[in-house]
């Protein structure tokens, strides 16, 4: 069955990084469009990243341009969101998620606190 289990996430402080993880598996990785989302309390959830199966295009939220980066290895069947510059505001439960399929990952908390 399809599976993304999402990890990396924890507390930093403003002005660190952190780089999450999305392992897939159940479904055919390379050849689905994948994207992060994320959700901040008390607000909708937010496309934040998205990346085609080959690697060779990605979209970004205005709010994340320059500063964090998508990123997959289909070898590994894992996608990849590098976080640097973190802000406050970027606190947030973080969710991999696959449109083809409809599917989304169980998320993992980021907070970015001093």
């Known amino acids: 069955q399809v599976q993304l289990v999402e990890s990396g996430g924890g507390l930093v402080q403003p002005g660190g990084s952190l780089r999450l993880s999305c392992a897939a598996s159940?479904?055919?990785?390379?050849?689905?469009?994948m994207s992060w989302y994320r959700q901040a309390p008390g607000k909708e959830r937010e496309l934040v990243a998205g990346?085609?199966?080959?690697?060779?295009?990605?979209n970004y939220a205005d709010s994340v341009k320059g500063r964090f980066t998508i990123s997959r290895d289909n070898a590994k069947n894992t996608m990849y969101l590098q976080m640097n510059s973190l802000k406050p505001e970027d606190t947030a439960v973080y969710y991999c998620?696959?449109?083809?399929?409809?599917?989304w990952g169980q998320g993992t908390q980021v907070t970015v606190s001093s």
């Open positions: 159940g479904f055919t990785f390379s050849t689905y469009f």
């Open positions: 990346i085609v199966g080959t690697g060779s295009r990605t």
């Open positions: 998620y696959a449109p083809g399929l409809r599917f």
